[in-house]
Nanobody
Framework: QVQLVESGGGLVQAGGSLSLSCSPS????????MGWFRQAPGKEREFVAA????????IYADSVKGRFTISRGNAKNTVYLQMNSLKPEDTAVYYC???????????????WGQGTQVTVSS
């Protein structure tokens, strides 16, 4: 069993930046595809970004392309989401997910974190 712990959320003004991180408890993430998803109040969980186990390929939702960057640490055991030029519509709970077979589909991921709140004020 893999437990994921997200950190780095908070409150930021529009145009600002935040960096989220996701680390495992109990098992390495180095062989898993990883993804970030988000869920705003009253909305369904949506794909944000994903990275393959090797770190060689990344994919982004159109809404965050050019503003967000997903990456893995040197040991590939921590996954980051650098968020720049944040907008109020980015406000959501952000979830880290591991072991995805289809990178953009939430139901293909086996493990999930508890989520971290990101709030962007206008």
């Amino acid at each position: 069993q893999v437990q994921l712990v997200e950190s780095g959320g908070g409150l930021v003004q529009a145009g600002g930046s935040l960096s989220l991180s996701c680390s495992p408890s109990g098992r390495t993430l180095s062989q898993y595809n990883m993804g970030w998803f988000r869920q705003a109040p009253g909305k369904e969980r949506e794909f944000v970004a994903a990275i393959t186990w090797s770190g060689g390929s990344t994919i982004y939702a159109d809404s965050v392309k050019g503003r967000f960057t997903i990456s893995r640490g040197n040991a590939k055991n921590t996954v980051y989401l650098q968020m720049n030029s944040l907008k109020p519509e980015d406000t959501a709970v952000y979830y880290c997910a591991a072991r995805g077979s289809t990178l953009t589909m939430a139901n293909s991921y086996a493990y999930w974190g508890q989520g971290t709140q990101v709030t962007v004020s206008s």
